[in-house]
T-cell receptor, first 114, second 115 residues
Framework: DTGVSQDPRHKITKRGQNVTFRCDPISEHNRLYWYRQTLGQGPEFLTYFQNEAQLEKSRLLSDRFSAERPKGSFSTLEIQRTEQGDSAMYLC????????????FGEGSRLTVL | RKEVEQDPGPFNVPEGATVAFNCTYSNSASQSFFWYRQDCRKEPKLLMSVYSSGNEDGRFTAQLNRASQYISLLIRDSKLSDSATYLCVVNSLSMPGGGADGLTFGKGTHLIIQP
């Protein structure tokens, strides 16, 4: 499978715990995005990377959230001290610079915070 | 006013009918526009880009009205498999928080095609 893959697909955790999600983009894509989606809403932008550089982070993003893409390939999104409001689907997407508008999404990592 | 607004629906439409829905955007500097499709519990996928002159892809037609700041999607001869949520996406590079491509997603319009 050469699409975007995310792991784990589902995560249930208790409030206050830390969680980490991994995303493996399409190999030749140099841009990688993280989005969050809750029921009845469209995807909400969190952050994006061009190669290994994190170029933008949403102003709405709490400092409990951190993302890395150390070698410009896979990326991780960590949420520290999770809260119930963090429960959502976390979507990773990748794209090729210059290919206007088409993001290739992974199937997402669903987080449930109890 | 929200950046990208859509009627959430649901739109319940009999199979074979034609259905259309609109999306309005607030930033007049928006440069490009897209429709994404999202099936239940699946990831969004690009359905089609929306060009200034309008464009058609099989049973799907997308239109852009810059003066009124809306885009539309028309589906003809609807199929059961068209049941999904349709996300309007607007690229506004001057809008912070949208990432490299300034892509802002609407909440989506839920379409149900009934047999």
């Amino acid at each position: 499978d050469t699409g975007v893959s995310q792991d784990p697909r589902h995560k249930i955790t208790k409030r206050g715990q830390n969680v980490t999600f991994r995303c493996d983009p399409i190999s030749e894509h140099n841009r990688l995005y993280w989005y969050r989606q809750t029921l009845g809403q469209g995807p909400e932008f969190l952050t994006y990377f061009q190669n290994e550089a994190q170029l933008e982070k949403s102003r709405l993003l709490s400092d409990r959230f951190s993302a890395e893409r150390p070698k410009g390939s896979f990326s991780t999104l960590e949420i520290q001290r999770t809260e119930q409001g963090d429960s959502a689907m976390y979507l990773c997407a990748s794209s090729l610079r210059g290919y206007d508008g088409e993001l290739f999404f992974g199937e997402g990592s669903r987080l449930t915070v109890l | 006013r929200k950046e990208v607004e859509q009627d959430p629906g649901p739109f319940n439409v009999p199979e074979g009918a034609t259905v259309a829905f609109n999306c309005t955007y607030s930033n007049s500097a928006s440069q490009s526009f897209f429709w994404y499709r999202q099936d239940c519990r699946k990831e969004p996928k690009l359905l089609m880009s929306v060009y200034s002159s309008g464009n058609e892809d099989g049973r799907f037609t997308a239109q852009l009205n810059r003066a009124s700041q809306y885009i539309s999607l028309l589906i003809r001869d609807s199929k059961l498999s068209d049941s999904a949520t349709y996300l309007c996406v607007v690229n506004s590079l001057s809008m912070p928080g949208g990432g490299a491509d300034g892509l802002t997603f609407g909440k989506g319009t839920h379409l149900i095609i009934q047999p």
